[in-house]
């Protein structure tokens, strides 16, 4: 093991985590051992004491065990010496296979590269997603999840949807600025805080990917995209006041409720299998004027 947590040349994305977990999991194992190393010594002279005693029990009741022993009358086996407890034993140092890892080119591996390239690329999708969905109100389940938590004290905000589609707004122009300052480029144009405004620095950015990968310096910002497609993916997925789709099947021969969003953001009937995208469930949405409520209300 060297002095440093992992090697310099380790790329730093998910490829290398069991790596990671061995390199952590070991210095941890160290703290402890050290703890435990210092406890032991501060402890010593009650040991010490202790076993003077011990020792002094112990050869009283071997000399007895002796002198019976020798006179041929054995009642008892014969006493087992007492030994001063040891120090902690240090932890096992990981093996050569434990500490195998892949190598950044130069920082990061071409296959987590792709995977940042990947995840920079559907943010967008993602976040549009997600903001399709925001209607200036959440239901409590939502906003207990992301954010918002109906304390009197502490209201939190209306729209936790909005608060994350703009922290990521933020991060990524930061990431732009920071970017464009750093080569020498001019400076970003002021945009209104819109979709159209993160397209163009998501575009930007993108473009930029191959040598921003290659700056010492872009393991933060790599590692955030890959946590924020996982955000993004985890809100769209698991938000159950915004999975269910209120409208109807527009298929003819089904009409019925059981309209859901999939992970993937297509439209799923439940009962009959029909897709659709947003864009042409809003257009239903539009459309429906509730007379298939009404005939049913009307039935006998």
Not at 79 to 93: D, H, K, R, V
Not at 180 to 189: D, F, K, L, T
Request: charged share 30%; glycine share 8%; proline share 8%.
């Amino acid at each position: 093991m060297t002095d440093t947590p992992y090697a310099a040349d380790a790329c730093p994305g998910p490829c290398n985590r069991r790596y990671r977990k061995t390199v952590d999991a070991y210095l941890a194992a160290q703290v402890v051992h050290g703890q435990a190393l210092a406890d032991y010594e501060e402890a010593r002279p009650v040991l010490e004491a202790a076993f003077k005693v011990a020792m002094a029990a112990y050869e009283e009741a071997y000399g007895w065990w002796k002198h019976h022993a020798d006179a041929g009358v054995l009642v008892v086996r014969e006493p087992i010496s007492p030994t001063f407890p040891p120090p902690p034993a240090p932890p096992a140092e990981p093996t050569e296979d434990d500490l195998a890892y892949r190598k950044g080119d130069p920082v990061w591996c071409s296959r987590d590269a792709g995977l940042i390239r990947g995840a920079l690329t559907a943010l967008d999708d993602l976040a549009s997603l997600l903001g399709s969905w925001a209607d200036g109100h959440r239901g409590s389940t939502a906003s207990q999840k992301y954010g918002t938590t109906g304390n009197r004290a502490n209201p939190g905000s209306p729209s936790p949807i909005g608060d994350t589609l703009d922290d990521l707004y933020s991060q990524l122009v930061k990431c732009e600025d920071d970017w464009r300052e750093y080569r020498g480029y001019r400076r970003r144009p002021q945009r209104a805080r819109d979709s159209r405004a993160r397209r163009l620095t998501l575009a930007f950015l993108i473009d930029e990917l191959r040598d921003i990968l290659n700056h010492p310096g872009s393991v933060q910002f790599g590692r955030a995209v890959l946590w924020w497609e996982r955000t993004l993916q985890e809100m769209t997925k698991t938000d159950p006041v915004i999975q269910r789709r209120p409208a109807r099947c527009p298929n003819d021969r089904c009409r019925q409720r059981a309209l859901w969003t999939r992970a993937d953001g297509m439209i799923e009937c439940r009962a009959c299998g029909r897709l659709m995208h947003e864009h042409e469930y809003q257009e239903l949405v539009d459309a429906d004027d509730g007379g298939t409520d009404i005939q049913e209300a009307s039935r006998p």
